[in-house]
């Protein structure tokens, strides 16, 4: 799918206006199969991108990351140990 969009949700850091921007047009380019709509279909593509910009910016503040404690115990899978599955190690 969109392979030209990069992640936005980044530890520690926060996606600016402008990535956030890039890549609703990037979907919307995708999603409409236009790289530049014809005047026809411009304010529809105009609306998508400030809808889909609002959305984004709305998931990423609403987005939780967890707990450092939780995360340090649960190992590099996130699962906690208890948990997770037994699974062989190197190569299958």
Same mark, same amino acid.
């Given at each position: 799918?969109? %392979?030209?969009?990069?992640?936005?949700?980044?530890?520690? @850091? /926060?996606?600016?206006? *402008?990535?956030?921007?890039? &890549?609703?047009?990037?979907?919307?380019?995708?999603?409409?199969?236009?790289?530049?709509?014809?005047?026809?279909?411009?304010?529809?593509?105009? %609306?998508?991108?400030?809808?889909?910009?609002?959305?984004? @910016? /709305?998931?990423?503040? *609403?987005?939780?990351?967890? &707990?450092?404690?939780?995360?340090?115990?649960?190992?590099?899978?996130?699962?906690?140990?208890?948990?997770?599955?037994?699974?062989?190690?190197? %190569?299958?």
């Amino acid at each position: 799918m969109c %392979r030209s969009i990069k992640v936005l949700r980044i530890a520690n @850091e /926060r996606a600016t206006g *402008d990535e956030i921007s890039a &890549a609703a047009l990037q979907f919307v380019r995708k999603v409409s199969g236009y790289r530049k709509p014809s005047r026809a279909n411009e304010e529809a593509f105009n %609306r998508a991108l400030v809808e889909i910009s609002a959305s984004v @910016e /709305r998931l990423l503040d *609403d987005l939780t990351t967890p &707990a450092p404690q939780a995360a340090e115990s649960a190992g590099s899978s996130g699962i906690p140990r208890s948990v997770a599955p037994n699974r062989p190690r190197g %190569r299958l």
